[in-house]
């Protein structure tokens, strides 16, 4: 793969698959990564508060 940007999909999956299968090089996917801009400023923080369900509860699988 040339140095262009990384336009697949982000599943990991099927990024492993094109790895094993040469179609995507681990060197090229890391530069891709690194070259991502961090944006973890943007991020909100998220609270969830889960509450213990009794096993009456729980729903049927």
Known sequence: MAKQIYNGS????II??????GELKE???NGY????P???ANA??????????DKK?????
């Open 10 to 13: 982000t599943d990991k999956r």
């Open 16 to 21: 492993g698959m094109k790895i094993m299968n």
């Open 27 to 29: 060197e090229d996917l």
């Open 33 to 36: 990564l690194e070259s991502l």
């Open 38 to 40: 961090d944006v973890s």
């Open 44 to 53: 909100d923080k998220v609270t969830i508060v889960m509450e213990k369900m």
């Open 57 to 61: 509860d729980s729903p049927v699988s």
